[in-house]
């Protein structure tokens, strides 16, 4: 006799064998959703044991180089072909990485410019307060006590 979490295990695992031949397909022939071009020499591989997938990067005569590995649950052959396709170094040259590389430390290097900018302006502001208020230019707060009557 089976129970409802047997029955949708093997459920899960009837589809998930069905969803790898697809899967392999977006990795080998290529994913134009996401401008994947696909890759023969990338296989994937389900391990049940585990709940994982895993791709490997395999051609004769080579040791098999392991490419990702994802859990069952969160997988998405979007978002693999989508991070497959940034690292292809047919796609991507070295001057390319280094170009965009170079490009966010200019981004971050103006935020923090803007930032240091920022700060000075407010240690300025505070250091003419300070200034103004040891020569006496400066008018010191006034405190005002909530029950005028007590002042009496």
């Known amino acids: ?11 899960e695992r009837a589809k998930l064998q069905q969803m790898a031949a697809h ?8 994913d134009p959703s996401v401008g994947w071009e ?19 990067y395999e051609l004769p005569n080579q040791k098999p180089v392991l490419v990702a590995k994802v859990d069952v649950e969160g997988f998405d052959i979007h978002r693999l072909c989508t991070v497959l396709r ?18 966010q430390n200019d981004k971050v290097d103006k935020e923090n410019e ?3 900018e920022q700060s000075m302006g407010k240690a ?7 200034l103004a208020k040891d020569s006496g230019r400066s008018i010191a707060p006034l405190h005002v006590t909530k029950n005028p009557a007590k002042l009496q």
């Open 86 to 103: 940034n690292a292809d170094g047919r796609r991507h040259s070295t001057k390319d990485v280094i170009a965009r590389v170079d490009a």
């Open 124 to 130: 300025k502001e505070k250091l003419q307060w300070a």
């Open 38 to 56: 696909g890759d023969r020499a990338l296989v994937l591989y389900a391990q049940p044991i585990t709940d994982e997938l895993v791709v490997y």
């Open 1 to 11: 006799m089976t129970t409802a979490q047997e029955n949708h295990f093997h459920a």
């Open 23 to 30: 899967w392999q397909d977006k990795l080998n022939y290529g």
């Open 114 to 116: 803007y930032t240091q």
